[in-house]
C-alpha cells in the first residue's frame, strides 16, 4: 500500500511569537514535552515495522519540533528506512543543519517559513544556503501579509533559482487583484492560496491514500475533519480506508486541499507533494503561465 501520513502529536510549543499564529510562544511543561516524545517515538516505531507499505509522512506540528532532539533523531532515522519514501517536516529553520549529516538526503525534506522580524534575515538565508549545500529538498515560504511583500521580494531574489518560494494567503486577509497579482509574481501559485476550496461532495484523497495522525494513534482522514477512522496501533483504521468525498463546505489550507482531486496538485506537485515543490521548478519562461491556475 502507497500510504500518506500527516502526524500531529501533542507538541504546542514555539520559539517564536508570531503575531498571526495562535500558538506563538506557549510553553510545554516537562510532562507535555515527555508525552510528546514518547507519542513520537511510538509512531516512528510504527513506521519502520510496516515494511509491506510505501509510506511518505509529513509531521506538521503545532509547535516547532526540530528544536526538540527527537523530532531530529526520528526525520533522520526514518529517511534510511527502505520503504519510506519521503519525510518532511514543517519548520521555521530556527535550528542549526549539523544533524541532517545522519539523513538520507535522496528521501528527506523541509518545508521552511521565513517569518520576519522573529529570525535575522541573514540567519534565516544563510540557513537555507546551507540546505542547498548539504543537497537536502526544501521549499521555503512567507505569510502574505502586506508588510512581509518586501521580504518577500528580497527572499526570491536572494535564492537560488531552483529553490521554490511559496507565499500563503494570510488567513482573514481579502486580496485585491492588484495585490494578489503582486504576490502571484513572487509565487505563480499563490491564486490557490487565495481563495478558500469549495469542497464539499467533491472527491479527495484524504481517507483513502492520505490520513491524518494525532499522538495517541486516532487516525482521522485529514486534520480538519474530526470523525476518527479507528486507531493506528491496533490496525483499526484500515478497513476504513475508501475514497469518499469531502464533508466540508470549504478547504483553506494547503495540506488539506492539495489532496482534492476536483485540483491538478498531484501533477502540479508531482514528486514534491509534501514538501511542496512543484516538479516543474524552475522551468522556462513560460513557467509562471503554465502554473498559474485558472481563477475559481
Known sequence: ????????????????????????????????LRADREALERF????????EDRLSVLFTP???????????????????????????????????????????ADTLALWCTYHPGQTPYGRFLARCRELADKGVRHSVG???????????????????????????AAEGHTYTDEEADRWTAIDPLFPY????????GLPCRTGESVVSVDGAGTVRRCHFVPAPLGNLYNGSWRAALRPRPCPL????????????????????????????????????????????????
Open 1 to 32: 500500500m502507497d500510504l500518506t501520513l500527516l502526524y500531529r502529536g501533542p507538541l504546542a510549543s514555539c520559539d517564536y511569537d508570531c503575531p498571526y499564529c495562535p500558538f506563538a510562544k506557549r510553553r510545554d511543561s516537562r510532562e507535555q
Open 44 to 51: 516512528a516505531g510504527w513506521v519502520a515495522e510496516q515494511r
Open 62 to 104: 503545532w509547535g516547532e519540533g526540530l528544536v526538540r532532539s527527537w523530532y531530529r533523531h526520528t526525520l533522520a532515522g526514518l529517511s534510511r528506512l527502505p520503504h519510506v519514501a519521503r519525510v518532511a517536516i514543517q519548520t521555521n529553520l530556527s535550528c542549526r543543519t549539523g544533524w541532517l549529516d545522519d539523513a538520507d
Open 142 to 168: 512567507i505569510v502574505g501579509l502586506p508588510g512581509h511583500l518586501h521580504h518577500a521580494r528580497r527572499l526570491r531574489a536572494d535564492l537560488p533559482e531552483h529553490v521554490y518560494l511559496w507565499v500563503n
Open 193 to 200: 492560496s487565495r481563495h478558500p476550496h469549495r469542497s464539499a
Open 249 to 296: 463546505a470549504v478547504c483553506d489550507c494547503h495540506i488539506g486541499y492539495v489532496h482534492l482531486e476536483s485540483l491538478p496538485l498531484y501533477d502540479v506537485f508531482a514528486g514534491g507533494v509534501l514538501e511542496r515543490i512543484p516538479a516543474s521548478w524552475p522551468g522556462d519562461g513560460a513557467r509562471t503561465q503554465r502554473l498559474t491556475p485558472t481563477p475559481p
